[in-house]
């Protein structure tokens, strides 16, 4: 069975990795300098946007997450979407 | 505990079908200074680790799974659909008839991952020392697999990883400076 | 993207040596070899406010800061 994912979801994904990116990178880097404020800014503000566009990818594909911390539609949708090494 | 996230931290793409280098890939799946090696030994390192750097070994060791989640899909790629005759011929013949088409904690050479290839001391400098040491050893061989294909999908993502490791390294790095600064009691003469 | 590529260069990060050729080689010499020295080892403390990637460069590049960006590209051995 070829299932094709949308070109959006593929665009949205990528918008999402990279904002997930930055904050990798600054989390790491905030575990060796602690006291930087504009780094601690930014990270917050990563943060919240992150928030936004995660809630944007789950409302049209599914939950990222599991136990509990999404949401789910009717059937559970966990198993509903391909996985990341299918995709 | 850990939450999954159901996205790579990275998008991977296989563009040649080319089950030989899944088997050169192993080295990072379940080689010595692979993935699984980096992971395991951060996140067992950090318990007996200074608390100043317990968050710097949980946010890498937790980021390598996500690496072994990379060099998972794209071994999966490259071997999804390859005939038995095909993996015979790209050296995977041993492989098949133990696993089939199953990812196992292996090296390039088919060799099992055992746990003396990650080392805990317990002595915060040895254990750091280790990681940075680690670190350059991943570096050195993403280069060794980026050379040895000439797919450059695949080459984009395994340079990516590489370039993780250069982070790693630097952060390890930053940790030892954060210990040599901790004077807890200062001596007075 | 591209001109960090070029700038941050390969070249910087490049350290270049000679192997002993002896006339009893059985392969033909391979005169310069080549190795990399990764801006972690000659910046190991990263200082604040470097210049940053915007977020899709530093997902293509693997890291967030041109600082530390270590390109490497296949060269025949
Ligand atoms: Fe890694
Ligand atoms: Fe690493």
Redesign the pocket.
Known sequence: MTRKMPDHYYKLLRDLQAMDFVLVELTLYLDTHPHDMAALQQYNQFASARQHLSAQFEQEFGPLKHFGQGYTRAPWQWNETPWPWQV | MWIYEKKLQYPVKVSKCDPYMAKLLLEQYGGADG?LA?ALRYLNQRYTIPDKVIGLLTDIGTE?FA?LEMIATMVYKLTKDATPEQLRAAGLGDHYANHDKALFYQNASGVPWTATYIQAKGDPIADLYEDIAAEEK?RATYQWLIDMTDDVDLQDGLKF?RE??VI?SLRFREAVEILKESHGVKKVF | MNEYIAHAGAADQLRVWHPFVSPLDPCPPIAEKTFIIPPNVTMPWQPPGLPQFSPYEALKLGTLWPAYYSPYETTPK
Do not use: D
């Open positions: 993935e980096a390598e690496h991943a990883l993780r490791e790693h």
